[in-house]
Every structure is written in structure tokens, then in C-alpha cells.
């Protein structure tokens, strides 16, 4: 994977293309913001760079218009008008699918360019488009181009041979290397580039050709261009004297080092593509890193174990330095598997984008809370389920800027995106301000499809709910955008199999707030170890509330019933020995965990509460895939597999076997 | 294993083992290990023929019982009981299976012209679940249809039915 630079580049790629977007959003909001210019700009060149590196020439020469239009407006030739922005935000999606080896039509590239070019010409208003003027009058200049590269040029795989060709390519030139530098043949390093060269080009190109042309290594090497003779500058500085012109190029030079320092340093956004700040590595060493992690705080606690019961108080030391390590190096590898929620929320923004085009709906998108991390194994689960919910908030939702002004609503309808971490979850909200559900729809639909008994009294919370029964769809009609197939009942299946849970709320005419819970990781969980007849096994510490006594008294008397009062509530429980038929007597003093599932408080009923776990969860295989009731297994201090209960099947299992207790008794 | 070449096409390298008095014989390229017993842990619910996880280094595998296929009595476990691991394509990848062996023997190689289809008649287990048959030293060595086998969890469990008058 890793070893296959096509398959890096497009990696790359799409970083680069998403950075762009991002910077291209944000020009929608703010237009004239140098530094969001730079970056789109920055962006595109570089895509250009790689993408002719790596022989993806089509795409090469694709990115290469939209940058040299974004050259002008980086420039200041022409302003970063919403046309422009739109069409370079369209041709991206070209870009892409060149990106990605998909045959895309030339004929759609050339209608995108088509339409860049036009958005470039109505920016620069009745001005006629400076380059473009140029273009038709090409006139033969003379200059003499003077560069040298880095000593580490070599090393880093600069090659100074096609810069050469590649200045040879755009007009006759006479090359001199210029070997002052080179020191004396005992103190030569031969990987090192001593040399110099002097290049007297002349070329119809104007000067920013030959600029491209060390566009790569432009950072670190030193270039000097100057023009000799009396050049016909080009059409927007025809009448400039020569004498201008050349000190002209010195000073685009500078501003361009600049920028370039300026930028690189703040972009926290700009993900340095280049070695040594950033390593990519494909997620499957990360998980298998994780796995061998995982077994060294399994033989860990062993070791722990072993410690104890003897009373070498070496041996303890160093089974004491071992766990303060395994703690640490867990915690490491967690952080390392940890992404900001960002790169999640950086791809609605399009999505709003595109829905606001497709509804004629106006819609803002704010987010909120965006370094939130976590787990990025999670982070891709989430990006489904995510995108339907944001279309059926922007295409359910929200209302039409007729209806709102009607209501008495600002016409753009608001989308809020929050992502905030509460102890070992992090709460992911999408609120919308649209119409809200309605609950009228939902019931008709509901009793309809005999979800429910027609006239059925259900609390407006049950109600709600429904959205999430499988086969429930709201959309009278399925549109373009919602209701492809996805309902909310798979979103909802896709955060529970994240161990998560889903929440909706929604006032009529005020909007609806959905709420997504979701735990930190997937792979190490803080568990509560505890014991059923002979077997451990695990409850997600998260959802615990609080453990209390079964007397026997209450034991007596909720036989049947299954019910405690739990100051002043009644919680219903299930008893994990009966669920799971371990067909012994029960310990005398039997403890109820309560655990919550959401709006559901249950009490689990174990003979023993064993204490704390670090459980690293291992997934259960294919065999018993069916097995509901856990959501994966551990492996114990001993050697032993625990097996981790999945609370919220666990609670639906209860209670199904209650009601059957009910009906046959 | 000298021709090996020539063999794969008409030999097949196996491990031996007990399952109730009977022998089977499984692919020697898919076993991984063969384990002492070690301890299990019953998973509440699922199919009687995979009942159980075990530790296997460090990861958490299925351990099935092919007894259960064919209808054979699980006796007590003996001194003898082993866990073979052999390593096998499911859904969802390759995946590490604990098979119950009441002994394991050895691995040997089985002549084509040792082995047999399934008879369709005479047999009272379930033909699918078994790849061919093979005759050695008098004696009837059964080579389960793995895939058959794990798709159905085992399937429905069929009489207890001894396959060769002894």
C-alpha cells in the first residue's frame, strides 16, 4: 500500500483536494482573505507539481488553469468573485475523479474550463483579463536566468538535468555551469550539488514560465532572472521602461519567499506534506500496533499477578515500572489513533454547499468544536450516518425562504454541526432551526406501515423514535437527496455497532436536534469486570451508573416482576443468570449494576462485582457475529477471555423475555 | 513430500484425529497448532456447535465441536483431548478456528486412490458435509467439507450412526 507511489499520490491527492475545498468554502465567506487565497493557491500547484510527477498529466494540466487562474487572483488581477470560486469548487470535482484514474469526459474538463475562464474574465470586469491579452502577442525577451541548489538537493531527488531540458523547452539557450563552489576533490562530498548554472534563454514565455519551471525547489535554491536587452514586456506593462521590468523581478521573488515562509508557519490547516513533520501509515499497522499493545498490558497484568503472590521485591519493582510503561505507551498509541473531527466536518461543508444548490434552499452551515478527536477508525464509521442525518435536516428540516419569511424566520436556514467530549464520549450534535418534526406525519406513517395500533397513546419521546424503526421514512416522496435507500433505522444500527447511541428531539417550528454519543475508541475501553455463575465477564464502565445490593428480601419479592425501586423510581433489571442460563444457585449477595441505555435505566443482576478493567476489546469472529448480547470479548490478567456485554442488545433481550414471562404468565 | 508437486494433484498432506472413535483428517496446510486443552469461555446464545472462545496467544477465537455435525456423543475430555487450530477462510477474512479433537495422530498423506466421494447411500450423515472418504490400513478416515460445514454453524445434527460395522 504504502510502497505504491501512485496509490501515495492519490492519498496525497485527496488531501490536497480536500484542503482546497475547505479553502475554497471559506473564499465563499470571505472573499479577499490573502491568506485563504494562498492556501487554495498553494494547494493547486502542488497537485499540479505531484500530479505531473506521478504521471497523472491529464489532471496535470486540468489544475494547472485553475491555478494560473488563482495566480491572478493571488495577484490581485481579479477579485475572488463567488462565480469563480464556484467554478473552481466544480472543476475540483474533475479534479478528482482524474485523481482517482476514473475516466472523466475531456469534454466536461473543457466545459469547466470553459466556465473558469469566463468567471476569470467577468472578475476582472471591463479590465480585459491581463494574461489573456498577453497571450496573442508573445514576443521574443532575452534573460539570463542564474541558479544554484541546495547542497541537499541531490540527496532530497532534485535533479538539475530536466531543469535544464525544461528551460531548453521554452526557447534557444546557452547554458554555463558556474563551479566556483566546488571545493577540492579530498573535501568533495560527492552526493552534495556544488555546481551553479547560468542560463541565457530567449523565449516568447513570459517570466513566470520560467519562475514554473523551479517551482518545486524555488523555496530553498537561489534563482535570479533578469532581463537582458530591451524586452517587450507583455500587454499589462506595455509601456513599462526596462529598467522597471528588471527590478520588477526581483521583487515578486521576495514577495513570493515570503508568503511562502509566512504561510507555511501558521497553516495549521496546510498539513506539511513534506517528510519529517508527518509520517503516513496505512491504518492497518496502527491497528496492528494497537493489537500487540493490547497483549502487552494482557501479559502485564499477568506479570502484575505474579508479582503480587511472590515476595521478590525486585521482581515487583521492575512489574511496577513494566505497568507504569504499558499505561503509557496505550495512552500513546490512543493519541496516535486519534484525528480531530475536522477532517469529518470539513467534508458537509460541500455537502451543505451542493444541498443549498439542489433545494434552492439557503442554508449556513457553523460548526463547532472541531479539534474534538477521535478514534479514526470511528471517524470513518461516522461519516455515513452523518451525511444522512445533515440531508434530512437540510432537505426535511429545513424550510424554503418563502416558508421561513412566512414564519418569521431569517430567510437562510441554519445547520449547526457541534462536536464536544464528555468524559469517554464525545457528543456529536447536528441542530437544525427548520419547521421540526412532524409529529402528525410521523404517527400517519407509523400506523400506516403497523408500527403502531392506530390510536395508540404513545409519549411524544416513544414517538419520536419511530424515525428510527427500520423501514420508517418521513419523505412523502423520496428525493433526490434523502431516502436513498438509508433510513434512519441504519444510521441508527451503525452508531450502536460503534457502542454509541442516538438521540432526537425536535419542537414543532423551532427545529430538531439530533444528539450522537459516541465512545472515544473502539479499541481499549474502561470496563467493569464482573461475575455470572463461573464466568467474568465486562460492562462498558461508560454506561455504569451505579451498583447496588440485591437483599434477599427484594430478591423474594421481585421474583416475577423484576422490578426495584431505586429512590423513588422503578428500574426494572434482568437476571444475567437466567439470560444466560448458567443453571446454578445464585451467590447470596447479589449486586445490581444499573447501567443506562439512553433513556432506558436497567439493572443487571451478577453474583460479584469484580472491580475495574482496562479492557482491550477484541472483536468476536463471524461464528458468533449473531450473538447480540456481546459486543466483543477481553482477555483477563489470567489468561481467561471475558466476554463484553453489549448493554443496549442486552436490554432489548431483557425485554423481550419479560414480555414473555408477562404473556405466559 | 518429495514430489510435492506431483502430489498436490493426487495426494493430500493431512493431520489425524479422533472424534468419538472415528478418524477425520484435516488439510495439514490449514492447521496452525495443535493446543492442550486450555481454558474456555461459553458464549451464552450462540450455536451449540461453536459454544465456546478460547485464548488463543493473545486473541480471542471460535472453538467448534465437529462431533456436533455429525451427530457424535461429546464425551469427557481425557488426557488425550486437544484443540486443533487451523486457520480458514470465513466471511470477513481469514479467520482462526479451534477444532475439539478427542486425539490427534499424525500428519500423513492420502493416496487418490485412497480417497472416495461420499457414498450417497449407506451413510447416514449428512453427504455435504463431507469432502471425500479415504481407506487406510483397513480403516475409514473421513475428511469434513469445512466451508459446508462452518456456512451452517454445524447444521442440524443427525443421527448417531456408525460408519463402518466394527
Not at chain 1, 16 to 28: K, P, S
Not at chain 1, 158 to 170: I, K, S, W
Not at chain 1, 607 to 628: M, N, R, W, Y
Request: a negative charge; one cysteine or more.
Amino acid at each position: 500500500m504504502s510502497a505504491d507511489p501512485v496509490e501515495t499520490f492519490r492519498q496525497e491527492a485527496q488531501d490536497l483536494l480536500e484542503q482546497i475545498e475547505t479553502g475554497l468554502l471559506d473564499l465563499a465567506h470571505r472573499p479577499g482573505d490573502r491568506t485563504l487565497i494562498d492556501a487554495v493557491f498553494r494547494g493547486l500547484h502542488t497537485l499540479k507539481g505531484s500530479g505531473a510527477m506521478f504521471g497523472f498529466d491529464a489532471l496535470a494540466a486540468f489544475t494547472h488553469h485553475c491555478e494560473t487562474a488563482f495566480d491572478q487572483v493571488r495577484k490581485g488581477q481579479v477579485p475572488a468573485t463567488a462565480e469563480l470560486v464556484a467554478a473552481v469548487l466544480d472543476a475540483q470535482d474533475h479534479m478528482r475523479a482524474l485523481a482517482e484514474g476514473r475516466e472523466a469526459a475531456a469534454a466536461t474538463g473543457d466545459a469547466l474550463l470553459a466556465r473558469l475562464h469566463a468567471a476569470v474574465a467577468a472578475a476582472a470586469g471591463g479590465d480585459p483579463g491581463a494574461e489573456q491579452a498577453a497571450e496573442p502577442v508573445p514576443t521574443a525577451t532575452t534573460w539570463k536566468v542564474k541558479f544554484s541548489l541546495p547542497a541537499d538537493a541531490l540527496v532530497n531527488g532534485t535533479r538539475p538535468l530536466p531543469l535544464l531540458d525544461e528551460l531548453r523547452e521554452l526557447g534557444p539557450c546557452q547554458v554555463k555551469a558556474i563551479t566556483d563552489n566546488v571545493p577540492p576533490l579530498a573535501a568533495l562530498e560527492p552526493t552534495e550539488c556544488h555546481l551553479a548554472w547560468e542560463v541565457v534563454l530567449t523565449t516568447e514565455h513570459p517570466k513566470a514560465a520560467i519562475e514554473d519551471v523551479f517551482i518545486f525547489v524555488l523555496d530553498d535554491m537561489i534563482l535570479e532572472i533578469e532581463a537582458l536587452g530591451a524586452p517587450e514586456v507583455s500587454a499589462p506593462a506595455a509601456s513599462t521602461p526596462a529598467a522597471v521590468a528588471v527590478s520588477e523581478v526581483a521583487a515578486p521573488l521576495v514577495s513570493i519567499a515570503a508568503e511562502s515562509s509566512a504561510s507555511e508557519t501558521p497553516a495549521s490547516e496546510a498539513r506539511a506534506s513534506r517528510g519529517g513533520e508527518t509520517v503516513r501509515v496505512p491504518a492497518e499497522r496502527l491497528d496492528e500496533l494497537m493489537d500487540r499493545v493490547g497483549e502487552l498490558v494482557i501479559a502485564q497484568s499477568r506479570l502484575k499477578q505474579v508479582a503480587a503472590a511472590g515476595a521478590d521485591p525486585n521482581l515487583r519493582a521492575v512489574s511496577e515500572e513494566i505497568e507504569r510503561l504499558a499505561a503509557e505507551l496505550r495512552d500513546t498509541m490512543m493519541v496516535v489513533r486519534m484525528v480531530p473531527v475536522a477532517q469529518l466536518f470539513g467534508r458537509f461543508r460541500r455537502l451543505i454547499h451542493d444541498l443549498a444548490r439542489d433545494t434552492g434552499k439557503t442554508i449556513e452551515l457553523t460548526t463547532e468544536g472541531e479539534t474534538t478527536e477521535l478514534d479514526k477508525t470511528v471517524i470513518e464509521r461516522l461519516a455515513d450516518p452523518l451525511v444522512h442525518l445533515i440531508r434530512n435536516s437540510a432537505d426535511h428540516g429545513l424550510e424554503t425562504p418563502e416558508e421561513r419569511k412566512a414564519a418569521g424566520k431569517s430567510p437562510a436556514g441554519q445547520v449547526r454541526l457541534t462536536a464536544r467530549q464528555a468524559g469517554a464520549e464525545v457528543i456529536i450534535t447536528i441542530t437544525d432551526d427548520g419547521r421540526g418534526v412532524n409529529r402528525e406525519r410521523v404517527r400517519a406513517k407509523a400506523e400506516e406501515n403497523g408500527l403502531i395500533q392506530p390510536g395508540a397513546v404513545l409519549s411524544d419521546h416513544d414517538l419520536l423514535q419511530l424515525i428510527f424503526h427500520p423501514g420508517f421514512s418521513t419523505a412523502a416522496a423520496i428525493t433526490n437527496l434523502s431516502g436513498r435507500g438509508v433510513g434512519m433505522d441504519v444510521v441508527k444500527r451503525t452508531i450502536e455497532g460503534l457502542r454509541g447511541s442516538i438521540e432526537m428531539k425536535s419542537e414543532p417550528g423551532q427545529g430538531s436536534q439530533i444528539d450522537l454519543r459516541i465512545p472515544l475508541t473502539l479499541a481499549i475501553i474502561d470496563g467493569l469486570l464482573v461475575r455470572v455463575g463461573q464466568a467474568r465477564y465486562v460492562i462498558p464502565l461508560a454506561a455504569v451508573e451505579e451498583c447496588v445490593e440485591l437483599s434477599a428480601e427484594q430478591d423474594v419479592r421481585s421474583t416475577g416482576r423484576s422490578l426495584i425501586t431505586l429512590r423513588d423510581q422503578l428500574v426494572p433489571f434482568i437476571r444475567l443468570r437466567e439470560l444466560f442460563h448458567t443453571g446454578q444457585a445464585p451467590d447470596p449477595h447479589q449486586k445490581i449494576v444499573v447501567v443506562s441505555t439512553g433513556q432506558e435505566r436497567v439493572g443487571l443482576v451478577v453474583d460479584q462485582i469484580l472491580g475495574d478493567h482496562q479492557t482491550v476489546i477484541k472483536s468476536l469472529s463471524a461464528f458468533h457475529a449473531d450473538v447480540e448480547t456481546f459486543s466483543g470479548a477481553t482477555i483477563l490478567g489470567d489468561g481467561g477471555v471475558a466476554l463484553i456485554l453489549d448493554i443496549a442488545h442486552l436490554v432489548a433481550a431483557g425485554q423481550r423475555r419479560d414480555a414473555q414471562l408477562r404473556a405466559a404468565g | 513430500m518429495v514430489d510435492d508437486m506431483n502430489q498436490s494433484a493426487d495426494a493430500l498432506q493431512v493431520l489425524t484425529f479422533d472424534l468419538h472413535g472415528e478418524t477425520f483428517a484435516l488439510e495439514a496446510g490449514l492447521v496452525r497448532e495443535v493446543l492442550d486443552l486450555t481454558p474456555e469461555t461459553a458464549v451464552p446464545g450462540s450455536a451449540p456447535f461453536v459454544s465456546a472462545v478460547i485464548n488463543f496467544r493473545g486473541r480471542v477465537i471460535p472453538l467448534a465441536d465437529l462431533r456436533l455435525a455429525f451427530g457424535l456423543a461429546r464425551g469427557a475430555d481425557t488426557i488425550d483431548s486437544r484443540i486443533v487450530v487451523i486457520e480458514y477462510e470465513l466471511e470477513g477474512g481469514p479467520t482462526l478456528v479451534g477444532l475439539r479433537a478427542d486425539k490427534v495422530h499424525e500428519v500423513t498423506s492420502l493416496e487418490a486412490v485412497d480417497t472416495e466421494e461420499a457414498p450417497r447411500v449407506g451413510l447416514r450423515w449428512r453427504t455435504d458435509f463431507i469432502r471425500c472418504l479415504a481407506r487406510r490400513d483397513g480403516d475409514l478416515i473421513v475428511v469434513p467439507d469445512l466451508g459446508q460445514i462452518f456456512a451452517t454453524k454445524g447444521g442440524a445434527t443427525g443421527a448417531v450412526v456408525p460408519l463402518h460395522q466394527a
